[in-house]
């Protein structure tokens, strides 16, 4: 009860109950509105696509999501032909021209990540719960809403349009969420042995592999349809300079149910461990405002200096040697004890 009280307080401190902007965005627990939703096991990365007919070419546009860690460079590509560091949420045109069989890379666009130490945006991650919601239309759902910014495009420009990717996570008790959902299983770039990385012939062979599972088209078509991650839209949305690209998706997973976490007692825990840090961090400040105040008494009265200053500096001092007392009674003790049985063997 009296938890529920400090859960309350707290939100309302916050300002909106149900729109919690979150410091951290920890996909293993996101917490709104007094609901939690742990969606680790949709870790890693995962790719839809956006199909645009241009003739004479065809646009494809990937748009790759890790929702819980920045997403990694892959092996053997062109930095300019990724997003940069930090990214979560990343969309990569590309064109191909079906006249004459070319293909070519014609948009790099960085959606939503943590990017405050290259452009200084950061993601900002903003979280809404569906169910009992203010809107007619997400009230009868249930799940989580999430918009992750920070992107912008060209990312570099101040001018540049920025970006966002609102995510609706939607409760589907039949579904993990991982349900023909495409993965990225492209070899990364291991950060700690970029040296030794070119080696081309590998990838050659790769690729040729990956085309070869291009076939049933068909069963693509239908897979995608039931796709448990879906592509619902990228535009420009917003007037004027509020203008932003949005890329909109829908993750439908049990993850996304409520009570899915409640039976863990994680939350009295983490409110425990919260109590307890709250107690070492006011014992740490007494204690220091305790000598700090001490060694000022000591030098302003009694004009104390060096060890004199500082408030039990005798005991303090001595601490080491006490230690070293102290063990080495215990070591005597069990040594003793060790020998008073005879001889060990040798
Ligand atoms: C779009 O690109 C992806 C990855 O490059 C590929 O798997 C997919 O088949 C492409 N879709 C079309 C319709 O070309």
Same mark, same amino acid.
């Given at each position: 009860?009296r938890h529920q009280r400090w859960g309350l307080e707290l939100s309302a401190l916050l300002a909106l109950p149900s729109l919690i902007t979150a410091v951290?965005?920890?996909?293993?627990?996101?917490r709104v509105d007094g609901?939690?939703?742990?969606?680790?096991?949709?870790?890693?990365?995962?790719?839809?696509?956006?199909?645009?007919?241009?003739?004479?070419?065809? *646009?494809?546009?990937?748009?790759?999501?890790?929702?819980?860690?920045?997403?990694?460079?892959?092996?053997?590509?062109?930095? $300019?032909?990724?997003?940069?560091?930090?990214?979560?949420?990343?969309?990569?045109?590309?064109?191909?021209?079906?006249?004459?069989?070319?293909?070519?890379?014609?948009?790099?666009?960085?959606?939503?990540?943590?990017?405050? *130490?290259?452009?200084?945006?950061?993601?900002?991650?903003t979280l809404?719960?569906?169910?009992?919601?203010?809107?007619?239309?997400?009230?009868?759902?249930?799940?989580?809403?999430?918009?992750?910014?920070?992107?912008?495009?060209?990312?570099?420009?101040?001018?540049?349009?920025?970006?966002? $990717?609102?995510?609706?996570?939607?409760?589907?008790?039949?579904?993990?969420?991982?349900?023909?959902?495409?993965?990225?299983?492209?070899?990364?770039?291991?950060? $700690?042995?970029?040296?030794?990385?070119?080696?081309?012939?590998?990838?050659?062979?790769? !690729?040729?592999?990956?085309?070869?599972?291009?076939?049933?088209?068909?069963?693509?078509?239908?897979? !995608?349809?039931? /796709?448990?991650?879906?592509?619902?839209?990228?535009?420009? !949305?917003?007037?004027?300079?509020?203008? /932003?690209?949005?890329?909109?998706?829908?993750?439908?997973?049990?993850?996304?149910?409520?009570?899915?976490?409640?039976? !863990?007692?994680?939350?009295?825990?983490s409110n425990?461990?919260g109590f307890?840090?709250w107690?070492?961090?006011?014992?740490?400040?007494?204690?220091?405002?305790?000598?700090?105040?001490? *060694?000022?008494?000591?030098?302003?009265?009694?004009?104390?200096?060096?060890?004199?200053?500082?408030?039990?500096?005798?005991?303090?001092?001595?601490?080491?040697?006490?230690?070293?007392?102290?063990?080495?009674?215990?070591?005597?003790?069990?040594?003793?004890?060790?020998?008073?049985?005879?001889?060990? $063997?040798?």
């Amino acid at each position: 009860m009296r938890h529920q009280r400090w859960g309350l307080e707290l939100s309302a401190l916050l300002a909106l109950p149900s729109l919690i902007t979150a410091v951290t965005f920890d996909c293993n627990h996101l917490r709104v509105d007094g609901q939690s939703f742990d969606l680790s096991a949709l870790k890693g990365p995962h790719a839809v696509h956006y199909i645009e007919d241009t003739p004479p070419s065809l *646009s494809n546009t990937t748009f790759t999501l890790d929702i819980c860690n920045p997403l990694q460079r892959t092996k053997d590509v062109p930095k $300019a032909d990724e997003c940069p560091g930090g990214t979560r949420v990343c969309g990569i045109e590309t064109d191909y021209n079906l006249a004459d069989g070319t293909s070519s890379i014609k948009k790099v666009v960085p959606i939503a990540g943590e990017y405050t *130490s290259s452009n200084g945006r950061s993601m900002d991650p903003t979280l809404e719960r569906l169910k009992n919601s203010a809107s007619h239309g997400d009230s009868e759902r249930e799940g989580v809403r999430v918009v992750l910014n920070g992107g912008n495009y060209p990312f570099d420009k101040s001018s540049g349009t920025p970006q966002k $990717a609102i995510i609706e996570f939607v409760c589907d008790p039949d579904r993990t969420g991982l349900e023909h959902v495409e993965g990225d299983s492209r070899e990364k770039v291991d950060d $700690a042995a970029e040296g030794r990385m070119k080696r081309r012939a590998d990838d050659d062979k790769k !690729e040729d592999g990956d085309k070869g599972g291009d076939k049933g088209d068909d069963k693509d078509k239908e897979e !995608e349809d039931d /796709a448990s991650l879906k592509f619902i839209s990228y535009k420009t !949305e917003g007037e004027a300079d509020r203008e /932003a690209g949005v890329l909109r998706l829908e993750w439908r997973t049990k993850y996304a149910c409520e009570g899915q976490t409640e039976h !863990e007692p994680s939350k009295g825990k983490s409110n425990h461990w919260g109590f307890f840090t709250w107690f070492l961090i006011i014992l740490f400040l007494g204690v220091a405002a305790y000598l700090i105040f001490g *060694s000022w008494l000591n030098y302003n009265r009694y004009g104390a200096r060096g060890w004199d200053l500082v408030p039990h500096g005798d005991t303090i001092r001595d601490l080491p040697y006490l230690m070293k007392d102290w063990g080495r009674s215990i070591v005597g003790t069990v040594q003793g004890h060790g020998t008073r049985g005879g001889y060990s $063997a040798v």
